[in-house]
């Protein structure tokens, strides 16, 4: 079987979130399992790569002009990579953002048709990813059949598989797309503001819709979850399919971790924490006391990862004037958020540090040296953060939602609260730093979280079964 997986970013040539490290991971193990899978995204201006070659050229018509892309192919850690080169998709963030994906998934079309001549064979499945890639359903979907005579439909091939990782980015473009793609406005379901939707337009069309958690794929068939979607969801909930992610489990190990102070496996977790522990507290020049220490990784912004309440929970915490702890925040993004941060870590310097970035190292020493991981998301696809926590012996403290639901039992592998409130969180902090009191109990939970398997093993098998019941229908 083969499969084709489009995205917009791939770890390790580009990155701006969690989608990239989907489309290496899943890619590999699908690889592993006998799925030959591709992946396809633009060759960005960032991306340089020591090892490729160009496999050929294609022609794309768009915006009533014919372009010649270039395809380039390399391979990165068993994974096939193909990436299209042209002048229109250098850039990922240049405006508007929609000609730029609408131009990149006319040329995936492009390529599908000339794959059995560039490499020898066609795909079974073309995997879809996020806003970026929604037009491809439509160019191979059921448009194809309603107007089999549009030139860039003629080559209908493979299912197609439409996954959400992020919901709150739709890729609203202008009225004018069809038109640049050479298709009847008939096919597009233009809004009331004469602008198309690559998401809703994928959902529409795609043959399987799949999302990154089970309980994310019931969530978004509500209106609280799906918003203005939510509809679609619903009525084509018999195609709509919740597959948990996976991590990384060579990358993540706390065994062979040589970002880390002290590399440790679970049976030396103990000892292996503290010493990563009084590391992190005397690097972030915090004091070097034995006190439950958080951590929170994530974007600052109060949209979806919960930092707003975080900060309220702090100030609910403050209060308790018995309780004595330790909280490490990095992360980037809202400037509001983060001059907020900064005052409370003026305000109370023993208790706080701050890094306003995102580095990979940090993380990993976060993950290493905090006792707890604080995910108080709104809401959450799946999220990898608290995989990888429990992975290096870090307890999450989540709130049941989506993924965060799906991945952590509370009082067996974390701490689990409901309402979206600051003292809710509060209240789940607190339960926390009591229940690591109880030392000989706080071993047998971290144990226990660390025994989890969150390895894309478990996760590939579900999409191979997916690919073949698609391909077969």
Request: positive net charge; hydrophobic residues 40%.
């Amino acid at each position: 079987m083969h499969a084709l997986f489009v995205t917009s970013e791939f770890a390790p040539l580009y990155k701006l979130g969690g989608l990239a490290d989907v489309s290496f991971s899943l890619p590999k193990a699908l690889n592993r399992h006998n799925v030959h899978t591709c992946v396809i995204l633009p060759y960005y201006r960032e991306i340089h790569l020591s090892r490729y070659r160009c496999v050929g050229s294609l022609a794309v018509d768009y915006d009533g002009q014919r372009q010649y892309v270039f395809l380039f192919s390399t391979t990165i850690e068993g994974v096939p990579v193909l990436l299209l080169r042209h002048e229109k998709i250098l850039l990922y963030h240049k405006e508007p953002m929609t000609d730029t994906f609408a131009f990149f998934c006319q040329a995936v079309i492009a390529f599908t048709r000339s794959s059995e001549r560039i490499l020898g064979y066609s795909f079974d499945v073309v995997h879809c990813n996020d806003w970026h890639t929604g037009l491809v359903p439509v160019l191979m979907g059921e448009s194809y059949k309603l107007n089999p005579s549009v030139e860039s439909l003629q080559a209908k091939q493979g299912k197609t598989i439409m996954t959400i990782h992020n919901m709150s980015y739709h890729g609203d473009g202008d009225g004018h797309i069809p038109e640049k793609l050479g298709l009847p406005r008939a096919l597009f379901h233009i809004k009331d503001k004469e602008s198309v939707s690559f998401l809703r337009e994928g959902l529409e069309y795609a043959d399987m819709i799949t999302t990154v958690s089970p309980t994310y794929a019931r969530e978004i068939q509500t209106r609280a979850y799906g918003g203005r979607l939510a509809h679609i969801f619903a009525r084509r909930k018999d195609v709509v399919v919740g597959i948990l992610n996976g991590i990384d489990e060579e990358s993540w190990d706390p065994k062979r971790d040589r970002s880390i102070r002290a590399m440790y496996s679970r049976q030396r977790v103990t000892a292996g924490k503290q010493k990563n522990k009084a590391h992190l507290q005397g690097f972030l020049r915090l004091p070097r006391v034995d006190v439950p220490v958080f951590g929170f990784i994530g974007r600052l912004e109060s949209l979806q990862k919960g930092i707003d309440i975080l900060l309220d929970a702090f100030d609910i915490l403050f209060d308790e004037e018995q309780i004595h702890w330790q909280c490490i925040i990095l992360g980037n993004g809202s400037e509001r958020v983060a001059k907020r941060i900064e005052a409370m870590v003026r305000k109370h310097p023993k208790e706080l540090a701050f890094v306003h970035a995102f580095d990979d190292i940090m993380a990993r020493l976060i993950y290493a040296g905090s006792d707890m991981i604080a995910l108080p998301s709104k809401f959450e696809p799946c999220g990898l953060v608290q995989m990888i926590a429990m992975r290096y012996g870090a307890i999450p403290i989540v709130r049941k939602t989506g993924g965060l639901a799906d991945s952590v039992t509370d009082g067996k592998t974390g701490f689990v609260f409901g309402a979206y409130t600051a003292r809710a969180l509060a209240r789940a902090m607190t339960g926390a730093m009591t229940a690591m009191t109880h030392r000989t109990a706080w071993r047998r939970l971290v144990d226990t979280a660390m025994r989890q398997d969150f390895s894309w093993r478990k996760s590939a098998k579900k999409y191979v079964a997916l690919y073949e019941s698609l391909a077969k229908a």
